[in-house]
């Protein structure tokens, strides 16, 4: 075979031979221009030796490349030349011997389907980092080439050795995938490892980090009783991947569980959330939706910094979003939020969530939240029944290019039996000496009829005489005494008109008083005192029940 009629056609040669073709001084012309021909300067004889690349062979250029050459004609690609560089790599070859058998190297690395494709079509193709039977890794360009008629016709496989570079692409792949595994333990370290189950509500939660290398997130999601049957809900991003995005998100939950224990209306956690996160990082952007549940008002208070909507589902299956208001994101600062309120009664489900569920790339976002709408609507079961349909409606895999929170929580409609365990009983306080035997008189019969054992009855009566006492005391009017068991607790509450907070404090022996409130927290389970939305406060305490008690 002649190697330098098929080097002429390899690609580059023909425009390198026009070039030199167009670059030639014709013998007439020499004598032109500002240097004459006499006193030209003449080629040194070492680049006068030097031979055209016309002149050169091309099987001795061939052989002394360090990438493996191989050359082979043909359908059936029977082996015309390979180089010292592969038989180097893969021992020799014997020429003229088709590629299927005498090439087990290129077979294995399945390089046969794409010769054909490259006689075929006469197009060159390249597959990039294949590890070849050898152990290294080589980047296969296949280029064609002719001589003559169609039996001329065959492929040019050039080889390049980039192991290096696939050894140091593993090594990189490798360390994402360990940043990534130690953000995703961190992120789930930081998540509730067991939601809290309040009394009155049914709650799920799930949490999906994103697909992509070092995707994890800061998204979170929190349950936190409040005491007095009341329950807080909360939902946050914070912007940004990898493990810092979820130590600003570790700080935020605790510092939102914090918070959540001085029984603050919602804008007032977030306005205090704000502060927080524009010192922990001024340039950190983060949202989150905090909201309290009382089944007492059958509502769901709530304050947004930024994020997306609540969606609320009722038993008749019309949702809506509690949109308004919303303040910007925390770390912003200088915004002053405010609480709204959303009907959230027996039979009724709400979904907090992240953008991850709604948001995507070629759609507008008010898209992905109209389709959770339709979703949440034929949604029903459990509450992690409805989280899994939530989160396959929305098509999100394990390979999902955000991560994903979502909290769902139900409160059920409760018929039959299970009804005689949640009851609740009121009496309005008009104040004056009677105040106090009567609902003392008032706790004692709702009590009896809820057939409590008679040591949780008379506790129950005192703390109730208790804190009635100190609302005449120290409160003013409108009172009321609120009785309220559940399947597992008693909750007894006051509320009044004044927003003064009592404070457990040491009673000396000649004081007259202050010993009303140590005494429910000696004989309660908790207690505590929170100001109320429309001015005042109330103060409760709870016992839990024994679990033989019945209805």
């Known amino acids: 075979m002649n190697f330098t009629r098929w080097s002429a056609r390899l690609p580059g040669t023909q425009r390198r031979a026009a070039a030199r073709t167009e670059h030639t001084v014709s013998p007439d012309r020499r004598g032109e221009g500002s240097v004459p021909a006499a006193r030209a300067e003449r080629p040194p004889d070492d680049a006068r030796s ?14 002394h490349v360090p990438s493996l ?3 082979v004609h043909g359908p059936d690609h029977r082996i015309a030349y390979v180089n010292d560089a ?6 020799d070859r014997p020429i003229g011997s088709p590629a299927r058998g005498a090439l087990p190297e290129l077979d294995e690395l399945g390089l046969l389907p794409l010769l054909d494709q490259v006689l075929r079509s006469g197009r060159p193709r390249t597959v990039k980092s294949r590890k070849a039977p050898d152990g290294r890794s080589y980047t296969f360009t296949c280029t064609p080439v002719t001589e003559g008629g169609d039996d001329g016709r065959g492929v040019l496989v050039f080889a390049t050795d980039v192991t290096d570079h696939a050894e140091a692409a593993a090594r990189l792949r490798a360390s994402e995938r360990r940043q990534r595994e130690t953000a995703v333990t961190l992120q789930r370290s930081l998540l509730p490892q067991e939601l809290e189950e309040p009394d009155d509500l049914r709650i799920a939660a799930t949490y999906h980090p994103g697909g992509t290398e070092a995707a994890v997130g800061g998204d979170w999601y929190d349950v936190i009783t409040l005491g007095g049957g009341r329950t807080a809900l909360v939902i946050g991003d914070v912007m940004g991947r990898g493990v810092r995005a979820a130590a600003v998100m570790g700080q935020l ?27 922990i990082d001024a340039n950190q952007i983060a949202t989150c939706a905090y909201a309290i549940h009382d089944p007492n008002e059958g509502s769901l208070v709530y304050a947004s910094a930024g994020h997306l909507p609540i969606l609320v589902r009722d038993e008749s299956g019309t949702v809506r979003r509690a949109d308004e208001p919303t303040g910007p994101p925390l770390g912003t600062g200088g915004w002053m939020h405010t609480s709204g309120s959303i009907p959230l009664g027996p039979g009724s489900t709400a979904v907090l969530y992240t953008d991850g569920l709604v948001e995507r790339r070629n ?16 949604a029903t079961g459990t509450p992690q029944v409805v989280c899994d349909r939530l989160v396959r409606s929305a098509g999100v895999t ?29 009496l309005e306080l008009l104040g004056g000496v009677e105040a106090a035997p009567r609902a003392r008189a008032f706790a004692s019969g709702v009590l009896t009829s809820w057939r409590f054992p008679p040591d949780l009855h008379d506790l129950g009566v005192l703390a109730a005489s208790e804190l009635v006492a100190n609302s005449l005391q120290h409160g003013t009017p409108p009172m009321r005494l609120r009785l309220r068991r559940t399947d597992r607790r008693l909750i007894i509450e006051v509320t009044d008109g004044d927003d003064h907070l009592p404070r457990r404090r040491r009673a000396e ?3 007259e008083s202050g010993r009303g409130i140590a005494i429910v927290a000696t004989i309660a389970s908790h207690w505590g005192s929170r100001r109320t939305p429309g001015g005042g406060k109330a103060v409760w305490c709870e016992f839990v029940l024994p679990k033989a008690s019945g209805a």
């Open 253 to 279: 939950r605790t510092a939102v569980r914090a918070y959540a224990r001085l029984d603050l209306p919602p804008h007032e956690v977030l306005q205090l959330l704000d502060g927080l996160a524009t010192e």
């Open 69 to 71: 050459v191989a050359l």
């Open 50 to 63: 030097v031979p055209a690349v016309d002149e050169l062979r091309a099987r001795e250029v061939l052989d």
């Open 363 to 378: 759609e507008d976002l008010d898209e992905g939240i109209a389709a959770l709408e339709r979703a949440l609507a034929g």
């Open 509 to 511: 022996p000649g004081d």
């Open 86 to 91: 592969y038989r180097a790599a893969f021992g």
């Open 398 to 426: 394990p390979d999902h290019d955000d991560d994903v929170a979502v909290l769902v929580l139900q409160h059920p409609a409760r018929k039959g039996p299970e009804s005689e365990l949640f009851r609740n009983a009121a």
